[in-house]
């Protein structure tokens, strides 16, 4: 299983200078969303160093964000966690609020049919690799409802 920096390098790439994404907003580093106060505009150069603090910063948001998911479908899977977490790196935290039949699946512990519901979204139709990464996490889960309840969940390694 790759650490979720591996993955988000090979899904994302690294830039260090600043490019449209295809939404058309300014992007750097790997994946990261120029906010205004980066101060930063298309075409403006980053050093390594500022790319690797804007992915820690990122990626924790969205390891926390993965955390509460997980926990609210039950799921304590860590491999699956860091795939959760490229999910909402990617998509952002509120990803399940657009991708509802999916999430909703995933809180009934119906992963394969979740798995198959992620391939009718626009999101497949964008970037295919990420969701059949995500795809292929949901099926390695126990085909079964899990057991709801929190956790504390598993520590994930950025790299």
Same mark, same amino acid.
């Given at each position: 299983?790759p650490?979720?920096?591996?993955?988000?390098k090979?899904r994302?790439?690294?830039?260090?200078?600043?490019?449209?994404? #295809?939404?058309?907003k300014?992007t750097?580093g790997?994946g990261?969303?120029v906010?205004?106060?980066?101060?930063?505009e298309?075409?403006d !150069?980053i050093t390594?160093?500022? #790319?690797a603090?804007?992915? !820690?910063?990122?990626?924790? !948001?969205?390891?926390?964000?993965?955390? #509460?998911?997980?926990?609210k479908?039950g799921? $304590?899977?860590t $491999?699956?966690i860091v795939?959760?977490?490229?999910? %909402?790196?990617?998509?952002? $935290?509120?990803?399940h609020?657009?991708?509802? =039949?999916?999430?909703?699946?995933?809180?009934?512990? =119906?992963?394969e049919a979740?798995?198959?519901?992620?391939? !009718?979204s626009?999101?497949? =139709?964008?970037t295919p690799k990420?969701v059949?990464d995500f795809? $292929?996490?949901?099926? %390695?889960?126990p085909q079964?409802a899990?057991a709801?309840?929190? %956790?504390?969940g598993p520590?994930?390694?950025?790299a």
């Open positions: 299983m650490t979720l920096h591996a993955l988000l090979l994302e790439g690294e830039e260090l200078e600043v490019y449209p994404d #295809s939404l058309k300014p750097v790997i990261h969303l906010v205004p106060a980066d101060k930063l298309i075409g !150069k390594a160093a500022q #790319s603090a804007f992915f !820690k910063k990122d990626a924790a !948001k969205a390891i926390a964000a993965a955390k #509460s998911q997980a926990a479908a799921i $304590k899977d $491999k699956f795939y959760l977490t490229a999910v %909402n790196f990617q998509l952002g $935290k509120k990803w609020r657009k991708q509802k =039949k999916t999430w909703a699946l995933i809180l009934d512990g =119906k992963y979740a798995a198959v519901e992620a391939a !009718k626009a999101w497949y =139709k964008q990420r059949k795809q $292929k996490a949901l099926r %390695n889960l079964e899990p709801k309840g929190g %956790n504390d520590s994930l390694r950025l």
